[in-house]
């Protein structure tokens, strides 16, 4: 069988990128290339007693089942009103034929048409969405940068704490985090579309603006601030969120310094690493990996 594999970034929150596999009837994510989640597309069955008199079938990706090539398959959902049969051999075949693709993750990032928040003179400042394709572009205007996702683990700033401000509210919720959503919404005036071609430069959707690579933050936030405090709260949430930055195409220099900075969180590293696409320094994440599984055990 013949199967699609490619990766994009998981965006607005960051969260690292999402690699993925897919057949004619199937499809399957993962965000660590350990664990993979399984869709298999089936029809509908609410076509039978539709109304409308248009009884043709619909048919949509349905979860089926947790899998990884050490554990096998898990947690299925077998709906009895949906073609089980069908369902089962659409995922054993896309299953089969992931496990030679997987053995050389990361799989391409394919998301190269980006939708960045810009300052007064079209320079990105946040990355917001991502697409595969030019016809799924769509308007992004109202789209505001999210440093986290509501449910997850809090960001913690040591500079915004050493200058007295702490880091959640009286309703629990991140004044850390919402310190850099408030820099971010008052630096930004537009957001554009751009294409990314391969030497990392990008021309904007409408051709207004084309910059060079480097006008684009490798790690989707920028880090050039004229407030030294802001500069360095930016500073701490980049440190913060180097293990899931490390899964994008980075220079060298870059993946140096997040690598440095991403072994305070080594658990993270040693559950995305084997998505991340190159390393700088092996010994380094190596050692990260022992002390996260030297922790596990305790």
């Not at 007064?120 to 917001?128: D, I, K, M, R, T």
């Not at 305070?264 to 022992?290: C, K």
Request: charged fraction near 25%; hydrophobic fraction near 40%.
């Amino acid at each position: 069988m013949k199967i699609s594999t490619y990766a994009r970034r998981q965006l607005n929150p960051f969260l690292g990128t999402l690699q993925i596999a897919t057949s004619n009837d199937a499809r399957a994510f993962s965000a660590n290339g350990r664990l993979w989640q399984i869709q298999v597309l089936a029809e509908r069955p609410d076509h039978t007693w539709r109304s409308s008199g248009d009884s043709r079938p619909v048919k949509q990706y349905f979860n089926w089942g947790m899998w990884s090539n050490k554990e096998g398959l898990r947690d299925v959902i077998a709906n009895p009103i949906l073609d089980i049969g069908a369902m089962e051999k659409a995922a054993d075949q896309l299953m089969t034929a992931m496990q030679p693709a997987i053995a050389n993750l990361p799989f391409r990032q394919s998301d190269h048409f980006e939708c960045w928040a810009c300052d007064n003179e079209s320079q990105p400042v946040a990355l917001l969405a991502s697409t595969l394709h030019r016809e799924a572009i769509k308007p992004c205007s109202q789209l505001k940068w999210r440093a986290l996702p509501e449910d997850g683990e809090a960001f913690f700033s040591d500079s915004l704490v050493a200058n007295g401000i702490p880091d959640d509210d009286a309703t629990g919720q991140s004044t850390h985090a919402g310190f850099l959503e408030q820099q971010v919404e008052r630096r930004v005036s537009e957001c554009r579309w751009f294409e990314r071609a391969a030497d990392g430069s990008g021309i904007s959707h409408d051709n207004e603006v084309e910059l060079t690579s480097a006008a684009f933050p490798e790690t989707g936030i920028c880090e050039d601030w004229e407030d030294p405090l802001v500069a360095k709260v930016f500073a701490d949430f980049i440190a913060w969120n180097a293990p899931l930055s490390l899964t994008l195409p980075l220079s060298y220099a870059k993946r140096l310094e997040l690598e440095q900075l991403a072994i305070r969180r080594a658990s993270l590293v040693d559950d995305l690493h084997r998505v991340y696409p190159a390393v700088a320094d092996s010994t380094l994440i190596e050692q990260a990996r022992v002390q996260a599984r030297l922790r596990r055990s305790h």
